[in-house]
């Protein structure tokens, strides 16, 4: 990029986060598509690549994913500018439903709205585990498909703590780069 996209990052993050319900995990799919299929700015993979980053620091994963976009983008000012869009509707939206609170809380039509999003926020989830688990099967890489269903496992069905599981399939995850950082070294590729 021969110019930094200063403007096009703050409208780009700014106008995901302010029609996208549902968190990080509803809005990392709206950023792959406008970042990776409509502006070019990034690789499927470095969208990967960013978004299991987002995922495993902490704090909200769709303000951790846009800071990494940006300072992918356009350095330290760009990282600002995409936290700055991402995170400046849901606060204009919340201080705006706070001073109508009782009204909302208690509004029939505004419940059956909150349910009908949750049914949609499911299916872009679903879309989003589906697609990466996709990308990594096209890969031929077997090891995170069985990472990714021994997560849900003990988290589903042995009440495993979470931070023990992000804590696993961290370490897990740091051996299998490791492992393919030599096995490169050792073929000449690296």
């Not at 319900?21 to 970042?35: A, C, D, E, T």
């Not at 495993?56 to 350095?75: F, R």
């Not at 001073?99 to 208690?106: I, M, S």
Request: with cysteine; net charge positive.
């Amino acid at each position: 990029m021969e110019k930094r996209p200063y403007r096009a990052l703050f409208l780009s993050t700014f106008q995901l986060s302010a029609f996208t319900f549902g968190g990080g995990y509803v809005i990392v799919p709206l950023m792959r598509k406008k970042f990776v299929e409509q502006l070019h700015w990034l690789e499927e993979q470095e969208m990967l690549d960013l978004t299991a980053i987002a995922q495993s620091a902490p704090g909200p994963i769709a303000v951790n994913a846009s800071i990494l976009v940006g300072y992918h983008a356009a350095g330290v000012p760009g990282a600002l500018l995409t936290m700055l869009g991402t995170v400046t509707p849901p606060l204009i939206i919340i201080s705006i439903i706070s001073l109508f609170y009782a009204a909302f809380r208690d509004n029939y039509f505004v419940n059956l709205a909150m349910i009908g999003m949750q049914a949609g926020v499911a299916a872009i989830i679903c879309d989003v585990v589906i697609s990466m688990a996709l990308n990594i099967w096209k890969q031929h890489r077997l090891l995170p498909l069985l990472v990714l269903a021994g997560a849900f496992a003990a988290a589903q069905f042995f009440d495993v703590n979470m931070v023990l599981i992000i804590l696993a399939c961290g370490c897990i995850g740091a051996a299998d780069t490791c492992r393919r950082g030599r096995q490169l070294r050792k073929e000449g590729k690296a």
